[in-house]
């Protein structure tokens, strides 16, 4: 399309010669490739200037631009170069093309204009060869340097002196907005050398060139400053290029060449125009400081704008943060501008957007601080970071906020280990979310220091500083950058996982649905995560954790659950490693995603995967694999069931199928066709049978219509199975004939409550019994009529009734109070008869009689206590007096039944090894209809909880490993004084039975009665001590299993519940009438101890009534201990409300209106001082420990209210916090001062006493000070003296024998240390002499050290070695700093320091030798360490004395080996060998209690610390850091 192309058809000649014709005959253009790079080429002259320079056939090398300027060519339109034809973008490139081409045979650089220079200025830059009017640039025929030469040259010869001033005139004319020079002589020139085609546009402006030259330099930046001061003066700004370039920054970018020459000039005139420019020209100056001012100028640049600018937020805003960020200021200008941002930041109004600005601003200084500065600087930034929480932040200016700082801490390690100090030190109350992203930032950038900074957080959590709702702050204040570190989170959040303190665990455990809930952006990383953890083989404990996670996560979150319910199926192949309990977890999951609740969309992938698998494993030959499939059938069908949003009506009472096959196509025909084929399955084993039932009621247990979350089971479905499964228990279990005498037993119709008044029909009363004892003497050869199937069905049946008669019993009611076939002589007090008269194998089968009598009464006591009326209310009463006194009777039974009985089966959840050493919780897991579900066994396999083990017919043998007063060798024939009646504990490691409904807790309704035994007028219309306590017991277990409490001894095993949530929010309805009982009894104990004058080892405060009374008044302590410590009521505004209302009905009726609308702080203060006040009626040692958890966990929740507080009330909550930790102390402190006597009137003993004296100590001894610790020393040395004999006690605290003194020594020692601990991590900030936290610490320690001399207790030596050790490397890392500086100024201060440590560091030296010397195994452990350590402390103090010019004091030898009294040891075995003596007669709580180990490693990685033997002999735990110091 070019080839054709004429040119210059209607030129003229500029001389009046023709055009010759060689100019159309020319060679033909290059081709231009468009897709090749651009040159920029010169502007195409005209076709005249062509033809005339071909006619004339010029040939001179160069021609000066003024001789051409003499031809005048008349101006033509470039649109004439191209047809009319074209369109617009093909005739742009054919102008381009034609431009290339002639630039490309021009050799001479002309004004090709062809007009006359306007004035001196213009004459001289055309003489030095510059194209004025090409393109948009002025065109160079050579490179600046040559160009400035020939400009210097020309500009000489014409004169210099007077042309300069003509020059200066025409350059401001030039430089006028409306000229059209102005733009070219700002931007850089076109270079076209010539002989060359390339072309490039340079990026030195032409201002440049006239720079260089140095006599017209000065008159330059005089128009350039002339003109600067013109333009921003004006109002609005003035732009060049048709309104595209602003005028002022371009003048401005000029002065960048002559900052250094011209600094003082240059300063004053932009001082001057700034004062006179507009607001938008003072941006432009302030942002193009940094180029046109010297380095030397910004110092006052700044000032001058702090003086002109009045307002910050002219001053700070983006474009000028980034400009003050350049700028090179000085220290006390950068201070003084960080104190405008710090007031900048706290002022109203201000934007977010500078944040990231002011922050990297703020880092500038950070290379060349020094360490107080980087400290403050750290502190500075903290400050300002925390004034914007809870403000909105762009993701942007997160992530640029935290990009900042992840630079700085990368590129200055001193910045990165402050800043780690800072946030190890930070006071819990102060710790933010901000700091826990820190603490993150900090392992992302150097993984190695993962283990200390875990260890940071780790204490943190322990204390109760950080709590789950720091993840709610976090996600609203820096959403994007939490999502950036979650991998590090989530890693943290395994080990906290792993983590055996229950504060840290619980806390992962909440973590996991906080972030779920508020990250939809993780929500896969999180169930990944937690499938990770349900295959971790090292410990069965961390598979529940990680299924319960996964099951809660899955009933909140049904939705989201649903679209990754695919990523959870790997959880059906780990089922064959799974115990039954895990087995129930993993398949409630997974079938609650295949058959989610309506309108959610089904996984038909799952469904047939579980169809599979299920009917595989209930006809499978291994019993555990075939239980799996029943539980796993059980929790399908349910799931299938699930689909009415409505409950059944009164219209479909009388409904009825006849069977499966006539119930209406859906998903309960499926649910009713699977029960029939797993019926069949397990038809032929009653323990198989027994499980399914029980699993059944267990699904049918919660009642949706009171639960919102929940979907109700399949009308036609539940009539179907509610019919059958009543049919089932009629035909089997309810007998209406004689019974007969087997094996010589007379069996007769017994305990029959029922009276004709009770009946419809006055006239006949149906002879019914439960068939117990012939089931039991004379076993069928069905499975569905075994004894075992007795309990289970009928706990399906009422669960069945419950849902389809809108929890109406009416249609069963006749079996609460119905007779029982028993023997004759069941209720009689002989019971060595029982023994004597039959053979072992008859004993055994009388025994499971009564076993199986307890399950069933159980069953009816739990079933009907939910019935409102009166007739019904009082048999549950007669029925549950009839309980507990079959239950005594076979405690009296068991006593003296054969050693290898064993009790019949009651819980059907087996475990999957079988062994005899272990025994389960009793009890099936059934729950109330209305209040729980029953929650899947914890740990089958974990040695440490209750299990049941059990073969076809009975368990083995069993034992509680958690239980340290019952010994298992004595289990069969016991003394009979163990036999009497245990107040504190109810029952015996034998006494195994059905799990107790936590419907029970609707008996509390009732009126109790003070009375043992409770008159015989009364039972059936009230309650009395032994019914209390039956009722408050049960609940006490419940709560213990779900929240975990049960710390001490395993009294009882722990029930399943499956729905904790709905048990909690029932129970908080009964806590008012507990708490009315808990006054009476409080009231009766206190008028009881008036009578004695309070001395409480009186005979009246042990008689049977009076401990019943102490028995029930512990359990509502212990109730409300444990009610209050759930969890959950940490996780934030889930259980806000329930905890307020739980607080508030706690508080007395006279009070209660006043807080009625007070916020959680104030109801829980309240609630505070009402539990103190208990404190009198405390009359044994396990109460007191209950009162003292319950009131630790309500300042705590206080804590929590003060940490959301502000101003004023802030102080007030922290006033409050202290006098309530006052409080727990004075209480502490009572309980230790007293001698605690337990149930028989003996003084309290024993390695359970110790437990609950260790955590009063620690409650007396906690947050104590030096001065405190002081004086507490001082109290014990006096009476350590008198510590000598056996029986010789402490006269302050008369529970302390010499026994189980190191009980309290080594509280001493762990608040010392720890005080210290803390003192040295607020160290920053510590102003006061940092000398006498030293001082009075070896001070203390030489106070220990007398403790010790004066008690020959090896355990108090150990002890003693253990904490003096870690504070000697504590001095070494922190006081051998702050020694050397008083050195200096006060050696006569640090030598007597030094004299006290060396009698510890001796004695030390002493008892090593002392115990090797013994082969004291305990001691010798720790001695290379110890020993390493001192070595390292000598040589460095010596070093210091050095430095410091005074050596000579120091002297250093070879100290002789000396036992503990001072005699020379000759030889290491000549004291003996053996294994090192204990006298402490009473085990003492294993040291749970770590020392912070950031303290000591602070600034060493975790890759250096190496294990030594004095840290701790629990080398798995993570929590437990080296004991090495960094010296090493």
Avoid at 372 to 380: A, H, M, N, P, R
Avoid at 489 to 496: E, H, T, V
Avoid at 658 to 670: T, V, Y
Avoid at 1473 to 1496: A, K, M
Wanted: hydrophobic content about 40%; charged content about 25%.
């Amino acid at each position: 399309m070019y080839k054709n192309r004429k040119f210059n058809k209607t030129s003229k000649s500029g001389s009046g010669v023709k055009t010759s014709g060689a100019a159309e005959n020319k060679r033909p253009l290059n081709s231009i490739d468009e897709n090749a790079s651009v040159k920029f080429a010169r502007t195409s002259v005209t076709a005249d200037t062509s033809t005339k320079r071909t006619q004339l056939g010029t040939t001179t090398a160069t021609v000066v631009a003024a001789d051409v300027c003499v031809s005048e060519v008349p101006k033509e339109n470039s649109d004439e170069l191209v047809p009319a034809s074209q369109e617009l973008t093909q005739r742009y490139l054919s102008q381009r093309s034609a431009i290339a081409s002639t630039l490309g045979r021009t050799t001479q650089p002309r004004n090709a204009s062809g007009r006359q220079p306007n004035n001196f200025f213009e004459l001289v830059l055309t003489r030095a060869g510059v194209l004025l009017d090409e393109a948009d640039n002025f065109v160079l025929s050579c490179d600046h340097v040559s160009f400035v030469n020939k400009f210097r040259d020309i500009f000489a010869k014409s004169g210099k002196s007077e042309n300069i001033e003509m020059f200066k005139n025409g350059l401001s004319e030039a430089l006028s907005p409306k000229c059209k020079y102005c733009l070219k002589l700002l931007s850089g020139c076109t270079i076209s050398v010539s002989g060359q085609e390339s072309v490039y546009q340079s990026q030195e402006s032409m201002i440049v060139n006239f720079l260089m030259v140095d006599f017209l330099r000065d008159a330059v930046v005089e128009v350039l400053l002339k003109k600067i001061s013109e333009a921003a003066g004006q109002r609005t700004p003035l732009f060049l290029a048709n309104g595209t370039v602003p005028l002022l920054p371009l003048l401005i970018s000029q002065l960048r060449y002559v900052s250094k020459s011209h600094n003082k000039l240059i300063f004053e005139r932009i001082s001057e125009i700034f004062k006179k420019a507009s607001e938008s020209s003072k941006q432009d100056l302030l942002v193009n400081a940094e180029f046109f001012l010297d380095a030397s100028k910004h110092d006052d640049f700044v000032q001058m704008l702090l003086e002109n600018l009045s307002s910050t937020k002219d001053l700070f805003t983006v474009s000028s943060m980034q400009a003050l960020t350049n700028l090179s200021l000085g220290r006390s200008m950068q201070e003084q501008l960080q104190h405008r941002i710090l007031d900048h930041i706290k002022e109203d109004g201000f934007n977010n957007t500078a944040l990231p600005l002011m922050i990297n601003f703020l880092l500038k200084s950070l290379i060349e601080a020094s360490d107080d500065e980087i400290s403050e600087l750290v502190t500075t930034i903290r400050q300002v970071l925390v004034l914007r929480l809870n403000t909105s932040l762009e993701r942007s200016t997160q992530l640029e906020v935290f990009n900042f700082l992840e630079q700085a801490l990368v590129r200055s390690k001193k910045f990165y280990i402050i800043w780690q100090k800072l946030l190890s030190s930070l006071p819990g109350s102060q710790f933010r979310s901000l700091d826990f992203l820190i603490l993150l930032l900090l392992i992302h950038i150097k993984e190695d220091n993962y283990m200390y900074i875990e260890n940071i957080l780790r204490r943190r959590i322990k204390l109760e500083h950080i709590t789950v709702d720091i993840f709610i702050e976090m996600k609203s204040n820096y959403a994007a950058v939490l999502e950036q570190h979650t991998p590090t989170l989530m890693q943290l959040m395994y080990d906290f996982l792993r983590e055996k303190n229950k504060i840290v665990g619980n806390f992962a455990k909440a973590s996991y649905g906080i972030l779920f809930q508020i990250c939809e952006t993780i929500q896969r990383g999180i169930l990944k995560r937690l499938l990770q953890l349900t295959c971790d083989k090292s410990t069965q404990s961390l598979t529940n954790l990680a299924l319960e996670l996964l099951r809660d996560l899955q009933r909140k979150y049904r939705a989201e659950i649903q679209n990754w319910g695919t990523i959870l199926m790997p959880l059906l192949d780990r089922l064959s490693e799974m115990s039954l309990s895990q087995t129930r977890l993993a398949m409630e999951i997974v079938c609650s995603i295949a058959f989610p609740p309506p309108p959610l969309s089904e996984c038909t992938v799952l469904q047939d995967q579980l169809d599979m698998l299920l009917k595989k494993q209930i006809i499978n030959h291994s019993v555990h694999v075939k239980k799996q499939g029943i539980i796993g059938s059980v929790q399908l069908i349910d799931c299938m069931a699930r689909i009415e949003d409505t409950i059944i009506e009164h219209d479909d009472f009388n409904t009825s199928y006849s069977n499966a096959s006539s119930l209406p196509d859906g998903r309960g025909k499926m649910a009713a066709n699977f029960i029939m084929l797993v019926e069949s399955a397990a038809v032929h084993c009653p323990e198989s049978l027994a499980l399914f039932y029980d699993e059944l009621a267990s699904s049918c247990m919660c009642m949706p219509s009171e639960r919102d979350s929940c979907t109700q089971l399949d009308k036609p479905y539940l009539i179907w199975l509610c019919d059958v499964m009543t049919f089932y228990f009629q035909n089997s279990f309810v007998a209406e004939h004689s019974p007969t005498n087997t094996f010589g037993i007379n069996l007769t119709y017994q305990k029959c409550i029922n009276t004709i008044e009770d009946t419809m029909d006055e006239s006949e009363v149906p002879p019914i019994a439960i068939n117990i004892a012939e089931l039991v003497l004379k076993p069928g050869t069905n499975s569905s009529t075994s004894i075992l199937v007795l309990a289970p069905l009928f706990n399906l049946v009422r669960s069945l009734h419950l849902q389809r008669y809108q929890g109406s019993l009416e249609q069963i009611n006749a079996l609460l109070g119905c007779a029982i076939i028993l023997p004759s002589f069941f209720d009689e007090s002989n019971t060595d008869a029982i023994f004597y008269d039959y053979d072992e194998q008859v004993q055994k089968r009388i025994l499971d009689i009564y076993f199986h009598c307890v399950n069933w009464m159980r069953e009816t006591v739990s079933s009907f206590s939910t019935q409102q009326e009166e007739m019904i209310r009082c048999k549950v009463l007669q029925r549950l007096s009839d309980l507990i006194n079959t239950e005594d009777k076979v405690r009296l039974l068991l006593d003296k039944a054969p050693a290898d009985y064993i009790p019949p089966q009651a819980q059907f959840i087996t475990s999957n090894a079988v062994t005899s050493e272990k025994i389960e919780a009793r009890g099936r897991p059934v729950s109330s209809t209305k209040l729980t579900q029953p929650k899947p066994q914890q740990n089958d396999k974990d040695f440490n909880s209750e299990t049941i083990i059990f073969n076809d017919t009975h368990v083995v043998n069993t034992t509680n490993g958690g239980d340290i007063t019952v010994k298992l060798a004595n289990i069969g024939r016991s003394k009979g004084i163990e036999n009497k009646k245990k107040f504190d504990v109810l029952y015996g490691p034998r006494e195994l039975y059905r799990q107790m409904d936590s419907d029970i807790m609707l008996i509390l309704r009732e009126e109790l009665v003070l009375q043992y035994p409770l008159p015989a007028n009364d039972i059936g219309k009230r309650i009395g001590l032994l019914e209390f306590r039956f009722i408050l017991n049960d609940l006490v277990c419940k709560l213990e299993s779900i929240t975990g409490a049960q710390k001490f001894q395993s009294e009882q095993p722990l029930q399943h519940v499956a729905k904790p949530e709905y048990f909690m929010y029932d129970l908080s309805k009964f806590l008012q009438s507990i708490m009315k009982s808990m006054s009476r009894l409080s009231t009766e104990i206190n008028k009881q101890l008036e009578e004695v004058n309070r001395v409480y080892s009186n005979g009246d405060l042990f008689t049977t009534e009076f401990n019943y009374v102490k028995a029930c008044f512990n359990m509502c302590v212990r109730l409300l201990a444990v009610f209050f410590s759930w969890p959950q009521f940490n996780d934030g505004n889930t259980t806000a409300k329930l905890l307020k209302d739980s607080l508030f009905v706690i508080l007395d009726e006279s009070i209660r209106s006043n807080f009625r609308k007070k916020p959680l702080e104030e109801i829980t203060a309240a609630a505070f001082e009402l539990m103190l006040n208990y404190e009198l009626a405390i009359v044994d040692l396990k109460t007191a420990v209950y009162l003292h958890d319950l009131l630790k966990i309500l300042k705590r929740f206080s804590s929590k209210c003060s940490n959301r507080s502000n101003g004023s009330n802030l102080e007030q909550r922290k006033a409050l916090l202290e006098k309530q930790e006052k409080d727990i102390r004075g209480l502490c402190k009572k309980c230790l001062q007293r001698k605690w006597y337990g149930y028989d009137g003996l003084a309290e003993r024993g390695a359970i006493c110790n437990m609950y004296l260790d955590i009063l100590v620690k409650g007396f001894l906690k947050n104590s000070d030096f001065k405190r610790l002081s004086s507490i020393l001082r109290a014990l040395l006096d009476e350590c003296k008198h510590l000598k004999g056996k029986d010789n006690a402490l006269k302050s605290f008369p529970n302390f024998k010499k026994a189980n003194f190191p009980l309290l020594f080594r509280g001493l020692c762990e608040t010392t240390v720890g005080y210290l601990c803390e003192l040295v991590n607020k160290s920053a900030t510590y102003r006061e002499d940092k000398m006498k936290m030293w001082e009075k610490s070896c001070e203390l320690f030489n106070m220990l050290l007398e403790i010790v001399k004066s008690l020959d207790v090896p355990r108090n030596f150990q002890l003693f070695l253990k904490y003096a050790h870690i504070y000697l490397k504590m001095l070494l890392q922190h006081g051998l700093q702050v020694v050397d500086q008083k050195l200096r100024n006060d050696p006569e201060r640090v030598s007597e320091f030094l004299k006290n440590l060396q009698t510890v560091t001796r004695f030390l030296h002493n008892l090593c030798c002392h115990s090797k010397a013994l082969r004291n195994t305990a001691i010798i452990g720790q001695i290379p360490a110890l020993r390493e350590t001192v070595e390292t402390l000598v040589f460095r103090v010596k070093a210091l004395m050095t430095a410091n010019k005074c050596s000579s004091v120091f002297t250093m030898g070879n100290l002789k080996n000396k036992d503990l009294h001072g005699d020379e040891i000759l030889t290491q075995s000549s004291l003996g060998n053996g294994e090192s003596q204990h006298d402490s007669e009473e085990d003492i709580p294993d040291d749970d209690d770590s020392v912070d180990e950031t303290v000591l490693d602070q600034d060493a990685t975790p890759s250096t610390r190496i294990n030594s033997a004095g840290s701790s002999t629990n080398t798995n735990n993570r929590s437990k850091s080296s004991s090495r110091s960094k010296c090493f």
